[in-house]
């Protein structure tokens, strides 16, 4: 004799057990990540092994990362964002400027606004054809060695001159010093970088937590222009970065070896949103 109870009971706690979510894709320049409205604050944050599956590229949606937009006291939204592999990270600045584009679809923001992410407070603005400028954080210090120089920019940032960029193994190179002794536990991400012309630079970097070379690393691109100029490379404070998935421009003001009003320039799109069932 079938047992009605028992395949009603285990059919309810197998629809108890399905979580949906919905979620939209955004790129900036190929950088591209899952993004999450969590102003109800229903995702389960400390849930590391679930934002790695969202952000696995065969069995999720697939992103370089994971952002939660949420509420916050002090500014418009707070930005929490997590690496792919699923652990909590610094500041991502594609993803704040593709953050900032998802805000102004979903009508937190218009065209201007300021969020609170982990490296703290970032005003931005959305002009008519989608291009976002993020204000990143003051870069105070900066570490300059004979063949390579280190700063942070809202994350830190290995950046190293190399002749055959085109060539170079950037996921080999890259994952051994960020693994070095030079980093230790915590690594650094790694931007290999090329002088095209004054005001131009090609870039491609390695990003820690994606454990991967990626298309665009916004806090990689701020990280190459300053330390160009820092080191003399260019006079410039406006610098032209070409990554492998489009063109970023990186804009400051220089006194005393600081950099401040720093801004991140480029494009935030749309790709597409939908219902994940997990």
Known sequence: MINISLIVRTFV???????????????????????????????????????????????????????????????????????????????CGNGGRCLVAFAKKINVVEN?????????????????????????????????????TFLDTGSPHHVQVVEDLENYNVKEQGAAIRYSELYGKQGSNINFVKKIDATTFSLRTYE???????????????????AMNATGTTDATSINLNV?????????????????????????EFVFEGTIEV
């Not at 109800?40 to 697939?62: M, Q, S, W, Y």
């Not at 370089?64 to 006291?73: R, S």
């Not at 820690?208 to 190459?224: H, K, M």
């Not at 970023?248 to 720093?262: E, G, H, P, Q, R």
């Open 13 to 91: 706690k197998y629809n108890l057990d399905i979580m949906q979510i919905e979620f939209y894709k955004y790129q900036g320049t190929g950088n591209d990540f899952v993004m999450i409205d969590n102003r109800l604050g229903t995702f389960p944050k400390e849930n590391t092994k679930l934002v790695a599956h969202l952000c696995d590229r065969r069995f999720g949606i697939g992103g370089d990362g994971l952002i939660l937009l949420e509420n916050d006291p002090k500014s418009d939204f707070k930005m929490v964002y997590y690496n792919s592999d699923g652990s909590q990270s610094t500041m």
């Open 112 to 148: 201007s606004t300021t969020f609170n992410a982990v490296d703290g407070m970032h005003h931005a603005t959305v002009d008519e054809d989608g291009i976002v400028s993020l204000q990143m954080i003051d870069v105070l210090n900066i570490k300059k060695e004979s063949d390579y």
């Open 208 to 226: 820690r937590g994606v454990e991967d070379e990626t298309l665009a690393c916004g806090t990689g691109a701020t990280a190459t222009a300053i």
């Open 244 to 268: 492998e998935g489009g063109k970023l421009v990186v804009s400051f003001d220089k006194k005393d070896n600081n950099y401040t009003n720093v801004f991140l320039k480029g494009p935030a």
